[in-house]
Each structure stands twice: as C-alpha cells, then as structure tokens.
C-alpha cells in the first residue's frame, strides 16, 4: 500500500508581522496620531518668518507637528542670530554667551525660550535658528531631518518705529535769563541711529532767543 505523507510536504505558513514604534515619554499617548513624516517637523515660529518687529521680543517660540521628548531638550536648542543684507553672522547669542533655556508646554508641542531684559534691540535683520548641537527627538523617536546641520527657523527684521515729540523729554517752562543742563547718554555701540529728543515751553507774550550748547 502506498500511503501519501502529508506532513511532510505541508507547507508552513509564517506570517509576517507588521513593524510598530514603540514610544518613550509620557505614558498618555493612546490618542496621539503618527504623521507620515518620519522626521520631526516644525509648523510655526514667534516671530514668524518675515515679520517686521519694532523690538526683540521677550519669547520665542517653536511648534513642532508632534509632542517631543522632555529627555531630548537641553540648553541653547535654540539660537538667536543678527546678520548683514549678505547673510554674513554679525551677533548671536552663543558667542554673546547667552544661555537660552528651552520649556516644553503641556502638550509637548511648544518650545518657549526666554530673552534676557537687557538684551538691547538692535535695529537689523535676525533670524531663530535651531542649533546644530541640538538632540531633540519626538516621543515616537522622530528626529530632525539632516541633523547635525544648523536649521533656520524664521528670519524676521527689527526696525524701530520713527522718533516723534511724543517721545521727547520734557524739559518744562524755561525761566528767562537762566540756564539750565540737562545729562543724556547716547550709545552709538549698541544703536549707531541712536537719538533722543528734548522739548520745552517758553512764557507766552515775548520774543525769545534761545542759545543751546553740548559738550561730549
């Protein structure tokens, strides 16, 4: 009798299992929606590319398309840069020494980093940049693309609104026959327009020459 071994010639069937990222961070993740980009991707800026601010602002900020991991934020992140009509670099904050602590909003999403008080608005064009030493890394384990190369995030421009009598300093009534000093700084390093108005009021019912020395 000629018996037919069927287990020998079964065909094993493997199947074949669908890769899944397994992801580090807050453990409230069962709503998050993974983009299609494998890479980490930034939607907006404060200041956004191309505005035309009147002064530094004391925020910027960075939104990112996916929550990113705590443990990947470290200082300077971000990086605030002065440059020429060229490109040339002309100031930025790491060889200004200044130390730009990135924090994280409760979604992950937000990067906010504050500027120091003092950090005089100087007229030019800046732009935020994301540094190259940066590791930060999304929580599903995305990363920048090209990393290792520095990202320029906005380019926006700081033009001081035009000076008007409003901001001049009010000197008072003048007495007649009197002089009166007044001390002022002006500084050319930090501002090369830098300006500053006096404005002052003569007694009415005459005719008035006024003399008005400086001394440097």
């Known amino acids: 009798m000629n018996r037919r071994h069927r287990n020998r010639n079964r065909l094993q069937i493997l199947e074949l299992l669908?890769?899944?990222?397994a992801l580090s961070g807050p453990a409230d993740v069962a709503g998050l929606d993974l983009l299609d980009s494998p890479f980490l991707g930034v939607v907006a800026t404060e200041p956004a590319d191309?505005?035309?601010?009147t002064t530094l602002p004391p925020t910027l900020r960075v939104q990112f398309d996916r929550p990113v991991d705590a443990?990947?934020?470290f200082q300077n992140d971000l990086r605030l840069e002065r440059i020429d009509g060229d490109g040339i670099l002309l100031w930025s904050s790491d060889a200004a020494g200044l130390i730009l602590d990135g924090t994280l909003d409760d979604s992950g999403v937000q990067l906010?980093?504050?500027?120091?008080?003092?950090?005089?608005?100087?007229?030019?064009?800046?732009?935020?940049?994301?540094?190259?030493?940066?590791?930060l890394m999304g929580i599903d384990g995305s990363v920048i693309e090209n990393p290792g190369q520095p990202l320029v995030l906005s380019t926006?421009?700081?033009t001081p609104r035009g000076l008007s009598l409003d901001d001049a300093h009010d000197l008072g009534t003048l007495t007649p026959g009197t002089e009166q000093a007044v001390t002022g700084q002006l500084d050319f390093q930090?501002?090369?327009h830098d300006v500053r108005l006096y404005r002052f009021t003569v007694p009415a019912g005459h005719t008035w020459r006024l003399g008005a020395a400086v001394d440097a």
């Open 156 to 158: 926006f421009q700081v």
């Open 112 to 135: 906010t980093t504050n500027l120091p008080a003092d950090l005089p608005s100087t007229p030019g064009t800046y732009r935020l940049v994301l540094s190259e030493m940066s590791f």
């Open 71 to 73: 443990f990947s934020v």
């Open 50 to 53: 191309g505005s035309v601010l």
């Open 190 to 192: 930090t501002d090369p």
């Open 18 to 21: 669908e890769p899944r990222l």
